[in-house]
């Protein structure tokens, strides 16, 4: 697959993408390399990543928990203080290899540790590949509150071996695939299209669709790197979605959700918004919610969980003056940005949902 030249780096893909690596890292000249771990990709996928690693340079593995609920300003005093007693300097190099967690929390560590050093994003989830290791968003969760703490600055390179993706289960992977239906409903209507009609054999061109999610993510970053506009696209499915996912995280009676699940719910609970709001047809919400139920299970909400939802709401990055903020379709494969949405229009969505 074609290199993608996104905004200060590059984006590189399977085997091709490890003779790069070793290139950037001779050239480079590191003082030390440190790959940060967590216990499950430690386990399925630091040994294939170590095996393509040809360098003299010492290497060091940090291992932290794995999970969502480790994203948190604690693991990375950890991190930092690991880096500290293993003697890493400014010209050091941090190798995230894992899951969007491990991309969000290793990029933070590393923009921050002695004020800035190195770091490079070997995604081995779907959801890291199409969407957390790409843009040089980095940080962590402030308590339940998805992603109030981080900075926005670019890795230095990002290797997408789409090997990796065997060692996912199946909830995993429809994780990511989320962000990917996303990206066709925000600015590819045919490629929307394309998963409309996916037939099982049409997977053999998986890597095709992953490459193509990568491209529509940077195209928009790349014209608004700081999310002063039109990166606020990406956030549909969000506003709603990350407050679905911060109220399962927090709630003990409820099961936590991934990712890609909570923002699945958000998509088709924002899209009923956008259709209400005249910006898409009833046909073309009719549409997505099919699509997007056919392959994501109904998430049970009762009528205690929505107050406590809508309150969480106020906590979103995008929100201005108090306001809460929403990037809605404007038909499939558009998008408007900094739409304001009453809260009697969000609860008819979530009773919509249900049905």
């Keep these: 697959m074609q ?3 996104a ?5 590189y893909f399977n085997e091709n993408g490890y003779d790069l690596l070793h290139k950037f890292i001779a050239d480079n000249n590191y003082s030390s390399l ?6 499950n990709t430690n386990e399925k996928c630091l040994m294939r990543f170590l095996s393509y690693l040809a360098t003299d340079k010492n290497i060091e593995i940090i291992e932290i928990e794995a999970g969502e609920s480790e994203k948190n300003i604690t693991t990375c005093v950890e991190i930092w203080s690991i880096l500290t007693e293993l003697g890493a300097d400014r010209k050091s190099l941090l190798i995230n290899v894992g899951g969007g967690v491990i ?12 004020r800035g050093i190195d770091f490079i994003n070997i995604p081995t989830s779907l959801l890291a590949m199409v969407d957390a290791s790409i843009g040089g968003k980095n940080g962590v969760d402030l308590g339940n509150l998805k992603n109030q703490i981080g ?13 990796y ?11 990511g695939l989320a962000e990917m239906l996303k990206h066709g409903l925000i600015a590819d209507a045919n490629y929307w299209k394309h998963f409309r009609d996916l037939k099982q054999s049409d997977f053999a061109d998986f890597d095709v669709l992953i490459h193509r999610s990568i491209e529509i993510k940077n195209e928009i970053v790349t014209q608004d790197p700081t999310e002063n506009g039109i990166r606020k696209a990406l956030n549909f499915g969000h506003t709603l979605g990350h407050a679905i996912e911060s ?19 958000g998509m088709i609970l924002e899209s009923y918004i956008s259709w209400q709001k005249k910006l898409i047809s009833e046909t073309e919400y009719a549409e997505i919610k099919n699509v997007i139920a056919a392959i994501f299970e109904t998430i049970l909400f009762e009528e205690k969980d929505l107050q406590p939802i809508l309150d969480l709401l106020i906590h979103d990055k995008k929100n201005e003056y108090g306001k809460v903020q929403f990037a809605l379709l404007d038909r499939i494969g558009a998008i408007t940005i900094n739409q304001e949405v009453d809260n009697e229009l969000i609860l008819k969505s979530f009773k919509d949902y249900k049905c």
Excluded: C, W
């Design 3 to 5: 290199t993608i030249q």
């Design 7 to 11: 905004n200060g780096y590059e984006v």
């Design 34 to 39: 440190f790959i940060l771990v967590d216990t």
């Design 103 to 114: 991309t969000d929390i290793g990029g933070f560590v590393a923009s921050t540790f002695k």
């Design 151 to 163: 900075v926005i600055n670019s890795p230095k390179m990002v290797l997408v071996d789409t090997d």
């Design 165 to 175: 993706l065997n060692t996912l289960p199946q909830n995993e992977m429809r994780s």
């Design 247 to 265: 109220y399962f995280l927090e709630n003990e009676n409820k099961t936590p959700l991934l990712h890609g699940e909570a923002v699945a719910v």
